[in-house]
């Protein structure tokens, strides 16, 4: 029996760099080049176990969140509210009636209420924020954050069994994010970084 000649295979994955024969679209190029600098070993999990990677459980809002927050009542003045958030050196203050959630307030809120509050007496009903972003304490910590981004939100009242648990706000965000930043990167990060 001949043998048959056979076409030389075709390389795929051929890599990218000077001196190479064949080049890779640079789309393929930016793509790998971006994986390996964004996600080095130690960011991406992997065990080293014989090529497979370890398998890690989403975190959960829980380990992130503010627990046992302040909370000011619906019928509260703006005073006790700016008192309540300058004493504790909070931004986002959540609203409760009867001890159930029924919105928040901001710093911002209040900066704004301000120069109407000199003609008359507002409560916290009068300038709080009644549609809010309701999250259970064992929420993905992933989508919650996607969630935020999303809806251009700066906070999530966090409850356990509809009862207010934490609340999570962009600084809890961006501290998570710098320490997750510092335990993949070492070297990279200094004191004043996260």
């Known amino acids: 029996m001949a043998r048959r000649h056979r076409p030389p295979r075709r390389r795929t994955g051929a890599r990218c760099g000077p001196g190479q024969r064949r080049r890779q679209p640079l789309r393929e190029c930016a793509q790998r080049d971006l994986h390996s600098f964004v996600l080095p070993p130690a960011a991406a999990g992997l ?26 009542d619906l019928h509260a003045s703006l005073g006790e509210a700016r008192e309540l958030m300058d004493a504790h050196g909070i931004h986002h203050l959540p609203v409760t009636s009867q001890r159930a959630v ?18 008359g007496a507002l409560t916290v009903a009068d300038v709080y924020i009644a549609e809010v972003y309701v999250v259970d ?20 009242i966090v ?5 207010l648990a934490g609340v999570f706000t962009s600084v809890d965000a961006c ?9 993949s990167f070492p070297g990279d990060c200094g004191p004043e970084a996260a």
């Open 137 to 156: 304490l064992n929420a993905p910590l992933a989508e919650v954050l996607l969630t935020m981004a999303r809806r251009h939100i700066g906070s999530a």
């Open 102 to 119: 029924v919105g928040v307030i901001t710093d911002r809120d209040l900066r704004s209420a301000e120069g109407a509050a000199a003609q």
């Open 47 to 72: 065990a080293g176990q014989r090529g497979r990677a370890a398998v890690k459980a989403p975190p959960l809002l829980k380990v992130e969140m503010t627990p046992f927050p302040y909370s000011v």
């Open 159 to 163: 409850t356990r069994d509809g009862k």
């Open 175 to 183: 501290r998570c994010f710098g320490e997750f930043l510092r335990e």
